[in-house]
């Protein structure tokens, strides 16, 4: 156990320059490569759930790695509690999928060594920003996760690509600006720039105006990152511009880790603002307008990866209004439904790209009939939307479920009904999308729909493991398996800065 | 009242990122604003008469921790220049190849994505 979480920043780190250094002439080398790294780390992701131990209501796993041996103050540690668990299995399970997808998908661009090299720096940003507990590291961190989505986004260079990544840099640009005055103000005020120190001198000495301004610009930025609704105008030309892998990353994980996660640590963890009236309404309040206006937009949408980016939008809204609750129930259906969503709108994405890589347009109007033609696509697709609007057997029907019930249950029954109304609104432009792409008559020109439309190999693998997860997800809220993952990730959030500075051990 | 002026500085920053139309203008204006934090972090070690931070022979250590200057900003200061000097070349080589693109910096004239 000891020193295995470092693996999870050094091995994509170390990779990546591997492959810049070496690989250019072989390609093969860093897609083989990437494909061993991201399958060690998401198997490493899944022995970490067995740390912890059990005491008799659910796991409870802390472990603080000084690095260096340096003592705490001093150094940098290392911090991993079942939240940071579940995250890393989020994000390693989808860019391990994600790269297998592109083995077959990013054949078409040159220079793929650095699109591989590019996008492990991204996932060790992110396995970073999980793991650390300190927060000018977390800030080195998100930044080395940002830059490169930054590049990935504009890989392919042509001009609306190159506009969005524009757009999504300054826009991101601001956010870190925001975020290290954020961070600069916490260490003047306590002194310290370790998280738990910090939270310590919160508990200490209380909220201070100084604190309170640090706090909003973080809150400011990490909202920009995860592009909450006030927040939101780089994301639908962010994440449809890239290359369908990276806008798979995007939409999965990385706003996920850079906005929500991060927010979240800063808000519980930090500030210990777990009971705080008024940040949780804003959480609602936020969450709730994300989730209307998001799958409003997306309703109109022609361009299949813009509709899917507008989900996106509108499905963290749910995530951060149901974390906004403040109970139990609303944490875990929270980052239930965070587990989902990664899972599910990966998927859509990953499909968007083989409908892409087969037909040349990414319009809805110019698609049609290609059930017959492409059957593992569709039927991978057809299951993502089902997850997605939630409807029955699939896994975004029972974490909606819960949303719904947490909602009702915190005396919220407003946000019951607009959780129900956004679901049947995410139905209505599913149906659009799957009527129009794979049953209605085809409308694609009749050369390209008799030529051999199949998906490759690799690709087809990743959009079916991805189905699977769908299905099987559901299982994570059976009770033995809930206790092992889900409900001590909501505890982490729901004891605050006590339970920060206990695990760090203070 | 130098952590105001500091504020200002960021301020001016966010107005030309903000209002300005030309992608020149733009970079510029994030440039100012980085350049702000950067001066808040420095200001954060600031001290009055202070020393360097470098403990010398002879030198009573309750009196070097009251006068030398707090070292720690001053590192991670140097980080973030880097960073950021990272990103301005990301999005100066950005702004070039969309030159190339469309022929123009305006933003007004930059735009094929929309809704």
Known sequence: MSNLPVLFVILPLGFGFLYILLARRRPFVSEMGSVAVTLTLFMLSLILIGAGYFDGQQVIRSFNLNMGGWALPMGINIYLDSLTVLMLIIVNMISFTVILYSVNYMKKYSSRSYFYALILFMLAGMNGILLTGDLFNLYVFLELASVSSYILVSFGVEAEELEAAFKYLVMGAIASALILLGVIIIYLVSGTLNIAYAAQFIQEYGMNRALYFAFSLLLMGFSLKAALIPFHAWLPDAHPSAPAPISAMLSGVVIKVLGVYALLRVGFNLFDLGNDPYFLNLLLVVGGISLIIGVLLALYQWDIKRLFAYHSISQMGYVVMAIGLGTGLGMVAGLFHLFNHAVFKSLLFLNSGALETATGTRSLKKMGGLARKMPVTAVTSMIGSLSISGIPPFNGFWSKLMIIFAAVLAGQPFYALLAVIGSVLTLASFMKVQRYAFWDKCRLDKKIYESDLTAPIFMRVSMLILAVFCIFLSFLILPGIYRLILSPASLDLLQGAAGYIGGVGL | ?115
Do not use: W
Request: net charge positive; charged share 15%.
């Open chain 2, 1 to 115: 009242m130098i952590y105001g002026l500091c504020l200002l500085l960021f301020l001016i920053g966010f107005y030309g990122v903000v209002v300005k139309r030309n992608l020149i203008k733009i970079i510029m204006g994030l440039i100012v604003m980085e350049y702000a934090v950067h001066l808040f972090i420095v200001l954060v070690s600031y001290q009055r008469g202070g020393i360097v931070p470098i403990l010398e022979e002879g030198q009573k250590i309750g009196e070097f921790v009251g006068l030398a200057v707090d070292p720690l900003p001053q590192v991670l200061v140097l980080t973030a220049i880097v960073i950021n000097f990272g990103i301005t070349a990301l999005v100066v080589a950005l702004a070039v190849r969309l030159y190339e693109k469309y022929g123009t910096f305006d933003v007004g004239e930059i735009r094929r994505l929309r809704g």
